[in-house]
């Protein structure tokens, strides 16, 4: 089973383990695109999914998405 995530959860995370920032206040499920800041002040939007279990805690600039397999 997934861990749910709540908002405050989920902003610590982000601070804690990237240099970006979430900008989202309200945490919906795990399909739901979240709204970050780069720390290049770019602002992304990615789901946490994404942002957790594939490492994109970056802005597309700063982290061209990888071709996957
Ligand atoms: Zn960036």
Not at 26 to 39: D, I, R
Not at 43 to 63: A, G, L, M, P, S
């Amino acid at each position: 089973m997934q861990k749910r995530w709540t908002i405050d959860e989920i902003k610590k995370f982000v601070e804690n383990n990237s240099e970006s920032k979430l900008l989202t206040t309200e945490y919906h499920g795990f399909s739901q695109k979240l709204l970050f800041k780069c720390a290049c002040g770019s602002n992304f939007e990615k789901t946490f999914t994404k942002f957790n279990n594939k490492n994109q805690r970056k802005c597309d600039v700063c982290q061209p998405p990888k071709e996957a397999r």
